[in-house]
């Protein structure tokens, strides 16, 4: 069974428009995703990239535009300018890992706390917000939170995002199979290649 290794946060709206997408191709092609959610500041600084507020106001105004485009195009509800965009991952991150480490659907979760920002609007770092999605996803978020202290996730984070770092990852959403990095939803179509064995 191909595993894809998925390096992403909990505040990019790529990731969430590529998460069901994701979920699917692995369904259709008996993949199993694992879930690493990394600091992509920590990456960028070792990469070149630039967090938002620092890149250039053309890139800044190119990735709206960019944005809607992938919008219309998937036809999902989406804002793109949402009320708690950038949101701290902290407790979220801790309910992905321990989803991950639980044997849950953390996929499903990490997609579900994006629709909490990116379609209905709410602060994906409020614990009653968070209790939500996760019941969208068929967990319990309580569950998670006793399975996995905040430090122990952190561990994890910290691991991932050096993980990613090694195996040559540089943005999110970023797909690794047997050591092919594929970044961004817009690389799916060559996910699946990977997947039926075309690439």
Known sequence: MTQIDYYFTLN???????????????????????????????????????PLPKRAPARQAYRLVDMKRWVAHLGIPFLQEPEFFPHDETEGVRL????????????????????????????????????EAAARAGLDADTLRG????????????????????????????YVIEGEVFWGQDRLDFVERKLVGQS
């Open 12 to 50: 990019s709206p790529w990731s969430y428009m590529g998460g069901e997408r994701l979920a699917k191709l692995a369904k259709e092609h008996g993949a199993t995703v694992t879930t690493r959610p990394a600091q992509m500041g920590v990456i960028f600084a070792q990469t070149g990239g630039l």
């Open 96 to 131: 992905v890992i321990a989803a991950q480490e639980t044997g849950g659907d953390a996929l499903r979760l990490a997609t579900e706390i994006g629709r909490s920002l990116w379609e209905l609007n709410e602060d994906p770092a409020d614990a009653g917000v968070q209790n």
């Open 147 to 174: 399975s996995m202290s905040l430090e122990e996730a952190a561990n994890i984070w910290t691991k991932n995002t050096e993980n990613a770092l090694a195996r040559g990852a540089f943005g999110a959403p970023s």
